[in-house]
């Protein structure tokens, strides 16, 4: 990374990350003369009583004006019109008939493990069916989307009246998913079959490292799921490029922005943080 020495985002010497009691997760700044943007990387969902929102990102919140994010939610009634028009399948096939008989037979397994009906994503496409059955072990080992960190962090800039921006729509960020190649969202969707049985586990030990500000072990976890060259370049370097842009262009207007995006997109070669260091901006870690 750009931003921090390799010492500053590695795991302690004595053995493996454990959950702190307070979770201080990292930070980092851009500034010149007149404009500061604070960068944040998020878990989009945690468990109840987790203390994040405290010491060195209360204070850059603070002492901003407004907050962006990677996507403002619409009202639930315009997101499941949203998502119908792009995850229903429009070729006919049923989702499992898409699917290799050993890959089908695995996947029909997942979902009674899951208690769901092996029928259930039938209508929908790859992409829609591996981020729900992605979800469904995590919500039931106790965590919420309503807890994750850009609930809190929407929550206290409507408090202070802040302005606050998406990067995407939600029509280009679910688009991002539904415009991959078929192939690719089966592959996808076999790699979640494939390690559904480890998703709380790993999810923990995510938040670990996030809570930890260990910055390049959690960047290999969050980002495990895309070895295929499309996927990684769609969801994550395509985007951070395009994050990097709003950013240049931002940096020529004066004032102070907290921008959180998901931990991921801060971590590797690719980060957000290597993009804007290209274009000459600097991102600093902030150590607290």
Do not use: C
Request: cysteine-free.
């Amino acid at each position: 990374m750009a931003s921090a020495p390799a010492d500053a985002v590695t795991r302690p010497a004595e053995g493996p990350a454990t959950m702190p009691e307070d979770a201080d997760p990292a930070l980092w700044v851009i500034r010149d003369e007149d404009t500061t943007i604070y960068l944040f990387g998020t878990v989009h969902i945690l468990k109840p009583g987790m203390t994040w929102f405290d010491e060195a990102v209360k204070d850059s919140f603070d002492a901003s004006e407004e907050l962006v994010i990677e996507m403002i939610k619409p009202d639930p009634a315009e997101m499941m019109k949203i998502v119908n028009e792009l995850a229903i399948d429009k070729t006919g096939v049923s989702l499992r008939d898409k699917l290799t008989e050993e890959d089908r037979a695995a996947y029909e397994a997942a979902l009674t493990r899951l208690n769901l009906p092996v029928a259930a994503f039938d209508p929908l496409d790859p992409w829609f069916a591996s981020v729900n059955i992605s979800l469904i072990p995590l919500m039931r080992s106790g965590y919420a989307a309503d807890q994750g960190a850009e609930t809190e962090l929407l929550a206290q800039a409507a408090a202070r009246q802040m302005t606050i921006t998406g990067l995407e729509t939600p029509e280009q960020q679910l688009g991002f998913f539904d415009n991959l190649p078929e192939e690719v969202q089966i592959n996808f969707l076999n790699f979640t079959v494939a390690t559904i049985d480890e998703a709380a586990e790993g999810m923990d030990q995510m938040v670990i490292e996030w809570a930890n500000a260990n910055v390049d072990a959690l960047g290999e976890l969050m980002n495990a799921g895309l070895e295929d060259r499309i996927l990684y370049e769609t969801l994550l370097v395509n985007r951070n490029i395009t994050w990097a842009d709003w950013v240049e262009q931002r940096m020529e207007q004066p004032g102070t922005i907290f921008l959180a995006v998901g931990a991921g997109h801060l971590a590797g070669d690719s980060s957000l943080q290597a993009i804007l260091a290209q274009k000459g901006l600097v991102a600093e870690r902030i150590e607290y």
